[in-house]
């Protein structure tokens, strides 16, 4: 049987199992493609795609670098070593090639958005902040990429003290997703922490509709209104915003 319609024949056999997330077919026919045409990178990296989704994540970064051997242009394999390495605690390492990407691919949304990630998990906060930014000028609209770097990058606001700018990524968040219930109730804690008691207050009593049995939610509650009294008492302005 011809060479190339062999090669052809399995690959398309290994894009429908991907697709179909079908990883362990679709690696075998990756794997069988490889022994026919091992200098094709697109193959290698979708070897590495299918290893990464089924957990074997060193296998995954050799297929990465053989992917990267054969075309170091190619942007997603620098990042697919990058999702590797974070899985394996090498984060450093994986920050250069999240990195190597963007210098590829200067809109690469989803690798600013990964890199900010492991910033924000190293405590890099300030650098996270920027990579967020830079992830929302590229991350289509409504993605839950997009939500969820509005939320870490609230989150790493409110760690560097700035909480204004803090409120308005959860807002942004909450707009879009009005019953997510962690964000309400770091916007709750992020009241709380101003001495916006009410604001507080009305967060956490939302945040109880959808978790009524959380004991800690019952404690946060009881140190709003306790505050709450207080300032009452005092004849202090109590902001809703």
Not at 1 to 28: C, F, G, P, W
Not at 95 to 111: C, D, H
Not at 151 to 175: M, Q, T
Not at 177 to 201: H, N, T
Request: aromatic residues 14%; neutral net charge.
């Amino acid at each position: 049987m011809n060479r190339e319609y062999v090669l052809d024949k399995t690959l398309i056999d290994a894009y429908n199992y991907h697709r179909s997330n079908m990883y362990q077919e679709a690696l075998e026919c990756y794997i069988a493609a490889a022994e026919l045409d091992g200098d094709n990178n697109e193959i290698w990296f979708e070897m590495g795609s299918c290893l990464y989704s089924l957990g074997n994540y060193p296998k995954a970064l050799e297929c990465g670098l053989a992917s990267l051997k054969l075309d170091s242009s190619h942007a997603k394999s620098w990042f697919n070593c990058g999702l590797a390495l974070n899985m394996m605690n090498e984060d450093e390492r994986a920050l250069v090639f999240y990195s190597e990407a963007i210098k590829l691919n200067p809109a690469y949304g989803m690798a600013y958005f990964a890199r900010a990630n492991t910033r924000y998990f190293m405590e890099k906060f300030g650098e996270a902040i920027k990579d967020y930014t830079l992830a929302l000028n590229s991350l289509s609209d409504f993605s839950w990429e997009q939500e969820e770097s509005h939320y870490y990058r609230a989150v790493c606001y409110e760690k560097i003290g700035s909480l204004d700018f803090a409120r308005i990524d959860y807002n942004w968040v909450l707009k879009k997703s009005p019953d997510r219930y962690d964000v309400i109730r770091k916007r709750a804690l992020l009241s709380f922490k101003e001495k916006k008691y009410q604001a507080a207050l009305k967060d956490i009593l939302k945040a109880r509709e959808l978790y009524p049995a959380s004991k800690r939610l019952s404690q946060i509650q009881k140190k709003i209104e306790v505050q709450l009294e207080k300032t009452q008492e005092r004849g202090e302005v109590v902001s809703f915003h």
